[in-house]
């Protein structure tokens, strides 16, 4: 499971609506359930509900319809105690570089956000411009991420699975 760091408008449908389901099961996981993930523990219940809200923002602009709020198990006019800035400040610009890098595994190359490319501020477009460039040179996908442990799927495209010792495409 995963939240993205990059701003939502560059994701495509498909990565919209999985954060949206991956949002429920974090805060699932984390707040109904006591477990851990993250760093992000019960304490954070108001961080859940500012990631679920920013991506509604998105839902709202692409004209998606939601119907599943997230409960509120806590005092909502409290404070939020940690924000997306307090929990990742030093490694958000990494983190952001490598959820951009996934996507364009995922897409094949191909930038696929809503925004398009040219309307990104020109820090994100030239980056998004230096991945592709590099897509193209190492001649895609390097497998070199994880592995889904039942599917052998890469976890950084999410196009090939591993059998037999080879990436074949899924």
Known sequence: MRIWYVPYGELDNQRVLGQHNEIH?????VVRDGGRWG???REDELYFHFVHD???VEFEHRQFEHHSPLP?????RKP????MDDLFLLELEDKIRRDRWD???RWGGTYMGRIPLASLDPISRH?????????IHQGGCLHNGGIESDTKLCLICKRYVRRDG?????
């Open 72 to 76: 509120v198990t806590t005092d909502v």
């Open 103 to 105: 996507l364009i595994c």
């Open 80 to 83: 939020v105690q940690r924000t």
């Open 127 to 135: 980056q998004y411009e230096e991945l592709q460039a590099q897509f």
């Open 25 to 29: 099961a974090l805060y699932s996981l």
């Open 39 to 41: 760093g992000l523990t």
């Open 54 to 56: 920013e991506t509604l």
């Open 166 to 170: 080879e990436w074949i495409p899924r």
